[in-house]
Every structure is written in C-alpha cells, then in structure tokens.
C-alpha cells in the first residue's frame, strides 16, 4: 500500500496527498479497533467454554456462572467449537501482531451484492455505478486561519463552493488562484447556525463531498471538533435533581427526579426502531436522544444513564440456546446511545452522569413500580428502574423499605420506611435523638418527666426507675 500511495500522492500537491493518507489511515485505525474487539469476543467465547466443560454432564450453574452442558452430544459439539474459537483466535492475534487488516473500499456489504444480484434485483451496470460512487470521494481537513476555514473546499456563508484544483488540471479553474467554483450552492439546515459562525470567524471545518446513486443527489458534509468536555462537580450536578434514564432495544424510559429522589410529574417513553439500513437505525437513535435532550435542556437538569456493556454477553456460548434473550441483548445499542448522547449533551450545555447498572431494574420493580402506580397511571419496569438509575445518581439508597425487625421487639411484623411521605413536616431533615432509656418500663422521655416532677413537688418519680421506685405508681400525691 506504501507504494501505491507514493504513486498516487506523487503528482497532486501536500493538501490531497494528506487528505487521501489521512483517510486510508482512518480506514485502517477503524479496521484495527473492529479486529480488537472482535478478539476480546472470542476471548469471553472460549473462557464460557472452557467453564462449561470442565462442569459434569447437567451439572447445575450458581447465579453468575452457567452450569454444565445437558448432553453428552451437546457436550462433543462444543468441545469442537472451542477448538474452531482457538483456530480463529491464534488467526486473529498473529495478523494483529502483523499489523494486517481486512479494508473493502465501497463498503464489504456491496461487494458481496455483486454475486447476489437477482436477489439485490440490480443489474450489473446499477451495481458498478453503486460500486464507483462508494469508492469515489472528495475530503479536506479544516485549517483554521484560512479563509472560511478551510483552503482546499471553500464555502462562504451564501453558499457558493469552490476548489482548490491541483497543479496538473489547474488550467481548468475558472476563478482566480486556480479555483474552480461549482455552480450550485449548499445549504446545512442542521446546526447550520454554528456552521455560519464558524466560517465567519474563519475556524476550521472539515468538508466530504460523496455521490448517492439511489437518490441522483450529491451530499456536503461538514464536521469540526468541538472543545474538550468539562469536568462538572456532583454535588452541583445533584443541586437540580436529574433525569434517569433506562435504556431498552425499542426505547428509552425516562423519568425526572427532584433533589430528595421523588419522582416529578409523569414519565417519558422515547421510542426509536431498529430496523432497516445502518443510516435508518442511526437516524432513529439520534430522534430520540434529541426529544431527551431538548426536554432535559427546558428542565434545567442532568441525564443519568447506565454505563453497560454487554460486549461478554452477546456470545452464544454463554446463553446457550436462549436465542430470543441473546438476540435482545445484542440489538441494544447501548454504546450507540452512549457515545451520541455525549456528544449532543455537550452541544447543550447538558451534564451526564454515568451510573452502576447493577440491581438498578430489579430494586426498582420491586421498590418502585407498584407505589407509583394508579388508576391513572400504570408504572412499568423500565420506568422503575429509570427512577432507581436517577437515585442513585442523587447518592439516594433504591430500596424503599428496611428488613422487618424481629417478632421479640415492640414493632412486630411489617416493614419500616425509609423514605417518608410528602406531607410529614421536616421529612428531610436529620431525625433527632430521643433522651432517656429505651426500655419497656421507662418511656423515652422519662428524663423530661423527671424533672418536671422535682419542679412540681411530687412525691416520687413515676417515670424514672430507681432503688425506691421498683414498681411505678400511676397516682400521684400533692405535699400539703
């Protein structure tokens, strides 16, 4: 590939000859991260493996480990499968140490349509131009100081788009400084208005220029990096409350909190489908983060959101035959919605709090769902646990209720909680210590009473047990 490059970037001037490195380079860096993870996938396949063999024939499993396989025929197959997993591990890991990787320029999709073209019911000529159009491109990186912001793919604020032509056809230009500019305008109808102040304040833009043969149309892309995020305190980000967010494979649940952890209001369902091409599913995930952000931008609050990972979960060697749950899992774009709701919370101003997802769904259905349930709402699972992920943002406990005490004390069966109700005065406030003893005879005030007896003159402490006073008297006798 080296040489290759050298011949092609030989003639054109150091602008594109970065510009097509830069982007064989990304190729081969996004090339790199898939063939790491898919090593750490085979790495948890074959650790799954490994455990379930070494287990008996039906042996059972505990709650975080599978147990045995349940035949001796099952048991053989996967005993194969481990080592077709190892085959393919030992592959993997000499061409990552080679530095080798698999790159299909025009996508590896399209290349296998072409032995299938009744099926795509394209033709051959329909799918060479889809083929050519997929390969051919035109990017330049942005260069801040450079008029507009970038010297190779020129646009000003109306619109118009000119090149910077290289030196061999540069006798094309039909502008000055060998310029070629086109005769149709561009128009960025989203976050255009940042775009706008960009290019006015002459800060770098990156441009693609690429070709949709479905579509007959030429798309413009602009991008440009935004600053480093800020670190913001917790206790600052607590002050407002949050809004918790659950995430599931059709939706996200969201429910706001206040400071104290009590839901406010009812709760929110954002839908999204997964179904369809890869630029339809991503266009669904970005709709309903940006209903989210908006609602939590007129909130005035931060989002909490699980920080899951199911990257040892979506083998089938650790579910088994539970295709339905390892299909469930593995539709969960959870590092999708992770990544874009950074992303479009920092254009916002908007703070995100990432939070332990252990036991979050399960307290929450047990804690949560069936008190904020009524006639008028019925409160599912996911919107309990959007309330457990937002409480423990807040540093709140989840469950509700205490274990009950003992039959042998004063409060027998029934459960104590902890969270009191909206109505009881300094519910938030410390609750303060009682004086006195805390036994059956005397009663937590005694102390008080005590005294006011002395004042009074009585003849005897009824409330304070003494050497004198075994037994207490409930009447009381005046001097004089």
């Known amino acids: 590939m080296g040489g290759a490059q050298a011949d092609l970037t030989g003639e ?10 830069k982007a064989t380079h990304d190729q081969w860096a996004l090339s790199r991260r898939a063939q790491l993870a898919h090593i750490h996938s085979l790495e948890a396949g074959i650790r799954t493996l490994t455990h379930r063999l070494s287990l008996g024939v039906g042996e059972r499993g505990t709650k975080r480990a599978p147990g045995g396989y349940r035949s001796r025929q099952e048991w053989f197959a996967k005993r194969r499968r481990l ?28 290349l296998h349509t072409r032995h299938h073209l009744a099926a795509a019911q394209l033709t051959e000529d329909e ?32 619109g118009e788009v000119s090149l910077k032509l290289p030196a061999p056809p540069a006798h094309l230009a039909n502008a000055r400084h060998g310029r070629y500019v086109l005769t149709g305008t561009v128009a960025f109808h989203h976050r255009g208005e940042e775009w706008a102040d960009r290019v006015t304040g002459n800060r770098a833009v990156a441009y693609r220029i690429h070709e949709d043969t479905q579509r007959q149309r030429w798309y413009f892309t602009a991008t440009w990096t935004t600053p480093p995020l800020k670190t913001v305190p917790l206790a600052q980000v607590r002050a407002g409350g949050l809004i918790g967010v659950d995430t599931n494979a059709d939706h996200l649940a969201a429910w706001r909190l206040d400071t104290h952890g009590n839901p406010m209001g009812e709760p929110r369902r954002f839908f999204f489908g997964l179904s369809g091409s890869a630029a339809h599913r991503d266009a669904q995930i970005r709709h309903a983060l940006t209903r989210l952000v908006h609602w ?7 989002i909490a959101i699980e920080d899951l990972d199911f990257a040892a979960d979506k083998t089938r060697e650790k579910h088994g035959g539970r295709k339905r749950f390892r299909n469930l899992i593995s539709g ?12 479009m919370a920092a ?3 908007i703070t995100i709090v990432a939070v332990d997802p252990g036991y979050t769904s399960k307290w929450g259905a047990q804690h949560w769902q069936q008190p904020l349930t009524h006639n008028s709402r019925k409160t599912t699972r996911h919107d309990a646990a959007a309330v457990a992920i937002a409480r423990r943002a ?13 039959h042998d004390r004063r409060d027998r069966a029934g459960h104590r909680t902890v969270q009191a109700r909206p109505g009881t005065p300094g519910r938030e406030e410390t609750r303060p210590s009682i ?3 805390r036994t059956r005879s005397a009663c937590p005030d005694a102390s008080a009473k005590a005294g006011d007896q002395c004042a009074q003159h009585r003849s005897g402490h009824t409330a304070e047990p003494g050497p004198g006073n075994r037994t207490p008297s409930r009447s009381v006798t005046r001097n004089g």
Request: with cysteine; hydrophobic share 35%; proline share 8%.
């Open 12 to 21: 054109p001037s150091s602008r594109r000859a970065g510009s097509i490195t």
């Open 83 to 110: 080592g077709v997993l190892e085959d393919r591990l030992a592959a993997e890991r000499a061409d990552r140490q080679a530095g080798r990787v698999r790159v299909t320029r025009g996508s590896a999709r399209l």
């Open 127 to 158: 799918w060479r131009r889809r083929w050519a159009a997929g390969r051919r491109f035109l990017q330049a990186d942005g260069e801040g100081g450079k008029p507009f912001g970038n010297e190779t793919i020129r646009v000003t604020p109306g």
């Open 296 to 302: 939590a931008r007129r909130c005035g609050v931060a």
């Open 332 to 343: 969960m774009p959870v590092s999708r919605v992770r990544a874009r709701l950074v992303s």
């Open 347 to 349: 254009e916002l101003g």
């Open 394 to 406: 807040l540093g709140h406990p989840i469950r509700r209720r205490t274990a009950p005490p003992p």
């Open 435 to 437: 004086p006195g003893q």
